[in-house]
């Protein structure tokens, strides 16, 4: 068995590394960096995506032929993680959230067509991109086969009528993912549509405000009534919703994961950092033994979720869709990002409640990963559905070549 990972590899997380470290954090000090929202301005943003794409840094994720650095999975475990050690890390490389999902969705279904006019733009930079799923009540949510949004063929054309909500990007996208139902068909009833910001027959309802700081197109709710696209514009075929969600989800939730561990990481680096100076009680914080517990236990969780992580990675990119892996990487990751970072802002106290760290920033952030991609408890359910169909197989190694 072997967890080493390969010198190329190990090369560019490097100069990821040295790259954020130089061109990221000193952006994260400067409070002129941020936009309303906690996110870092655009015109800085877009600064710094040409720096890395001059340091040939670019999108790692996708293949070369396309314009990236052709890692799958296993490296982008070794490298979101590197470019989350900054709060603007993943953004900056064209690895964040929600375009990462749809990119990767796209290259594995999408027509060579609509690749051309739907994901290359994203690929490159030029256009920003939302996956319209979740719905208000009685709509769908954490269960999908509870959407109400219509499509419906009339004339050659499919009609959409219905109401998203939390729809990440969405006040900035121009490509869209979107899913609606097409039949009553319990497994083949979703499709999935691409449409642009453009199309008539759908608006933008409003910004939903939240908690943590956001994604540049903030959430929004979205309202359709009438919203007319072509044929072509289905992804993957009519009826091939759900599969087209299973497909995007499964790699999005560890790749969220991915960045959650940079997260950590740098939680435990600003906590590590005042505790080796402040003194008290005539010791350093760093030599009570009760900072020590702390501070092992967050780093044991972290590598607890690394292999996790990774594990779940090898296994997509041995053609696995390791679906109770990704569950339970999703449940431990969100958990111990939520942890640790509640036991950073502790051991740094008043600074680590102030907004002179981003402690503060990853605390309010972590909320969300809990629910988002599949709420913690539906995530447990996915899991104990392996147990039940496995028994004791559930914990197998897999048995390698000789
Ligand atoms: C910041 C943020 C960004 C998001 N971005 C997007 C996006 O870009 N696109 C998109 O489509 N959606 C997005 N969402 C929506 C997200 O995917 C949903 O919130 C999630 O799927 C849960 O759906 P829901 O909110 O309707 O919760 P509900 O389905 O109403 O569930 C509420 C709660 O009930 C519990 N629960 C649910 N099912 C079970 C079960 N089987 N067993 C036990 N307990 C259960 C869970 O605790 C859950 O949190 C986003 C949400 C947030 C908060």
């Known amino acids: 068995m072997d967890f080493s990972i390969s010198p190329e590899l190990a090369a560019l997380e490097e100069k990821i590394r040295q790259f954020v470290s130089a061109n990221i954090l000193p952006c994260e000090q400067d409070p002129a960096s941020y936009d309303d929202y906690g996110n870092i301005k655009l015109p800085l943003l877009?600064?710094?995506?040409?720096?890395?794409?001059?340091?040939?840094?670019?999108?790692?994720?996708?293949?070369?032929?396309?314009?990236?650095?052709?890692?799958?999975p296993v490296g982008m475990a070794v490298l979101y993680?590197?470019?989350?050690?900054?709060?603007?890390?993943?953004?900056?490389?064209?690895?964040?959230?929600?375009?990462?999902?749809?990119?990767y969705i796209l290259n594995q279904v999408a027509t060579p067509e609509q690749k051309a006019r739907w994901l290359q733009p994203i690929i490159d930079g030029k256009a920003r991109s939302s996956f319209a799923m979740n719905?208000?009540?009685?709509?769908?949510?954490?269960?999908?086969?509870?959407?109400?949004?219509?499509?419906?063929?009339?004339?050659?054309?499919?009609?959409?009528?219905?109401?998203?909500?939390?729809?990440?990007?969405?006040?900035?996208?121009?490509?869209f993912i979107l899913m609606a139902k097409t039949s009553d068909d319990p497994r083949q009833g979703l499709t999935a549509f691409l449409f642009h910001r453009d199309d008539p027959g759908w608006r933008i309802e409003r910004r939903i405000g939240i908690m943590g700081p956001e994604e540049h197109g903030g959430h929004c709710e979205l309202i359709f009534d009438g919203l007319t696209l072509d044929e072509d514009r289905v992804l993957m075929g009519v009826g091939q919703g759900l599969k087209v969600t299973q497909i995007r989800l499964g790699l999005a939730r560890l790749t969220h994961c991915m960045r959650w561990l940079g997260l950590a990481k740098r939680a435990v680096a600003i906590a590590s950092d005042y505790a080796a100076t402040r003194e008290g009680f005539g010791i350093k914080l760093a030599d009570?033994?009760?900072?020590?517990?702390?501070?092992?236990?967050a780093a044991m969780d972290i590598e607890t979720g690394r292999l996790m992580v990774m594990r779940a990675a090898w296994r997509i990119e041995q053609g696995s869709k390791a679906r109770q892996d990704v569950s339970m990487a999703k449940i431990h990751v969100s958990e111990l990002l939520n942890r640790v970072t509640s036991d950073a802002i502790q051991i740094c106290g008043a600074r680590g409640y102030s907004k002179d760290t981003v402690l503060e920033w990853i605390y309010r952030y972590a909320r969300q990963a809990l629910l988002v991609d599949g709420a913690t408890e539906v995530h447990q359910m996915v899991i104990n559905r392996f147990l039940m169909a496995n028994g004791h197989d559930f914990w197998t190694w897999g048995v390698g070549d000789d």
């Not at 709509?139 to 009528?161: C, F, N, Q, R, Y």
């Not at 009570?288 to 236990?297: A, N, P, T, V, Y």
Request: proline content about 6%.
């Open 288 to 297: 009570r033994e009760s900072i020590q517990m702390k501070l092992g236990q």
């Open 46 to 72: 877009h600064e710094i995506r040409q720096q890395v794409k001059d340091a040939g840094l670019w999108a790692p994720q996708i293949p070369k032929e396309q314009g990236g650095l052709g890692f799958g």
């Open 81 to 103: 993680e590197a470019m989350n050690y900054s709060i603007f890390g993943p953004v900056c490389f064209n690895c964040a959230a929600p375009d990462d999902g749809n990119m």
């Open 135 to 175: 719905e208000t009540a009685p709509g769908g949510g954490s269960d999908p086969s509870m959407i109400e949004t219509t499509a419906e063929l009339k004339d050659g054309k499919w009609v959409i009528h219905g109401r998203k909500w939390y729809i990440t990007g969405a006040g900035e996208a121009e490509h």
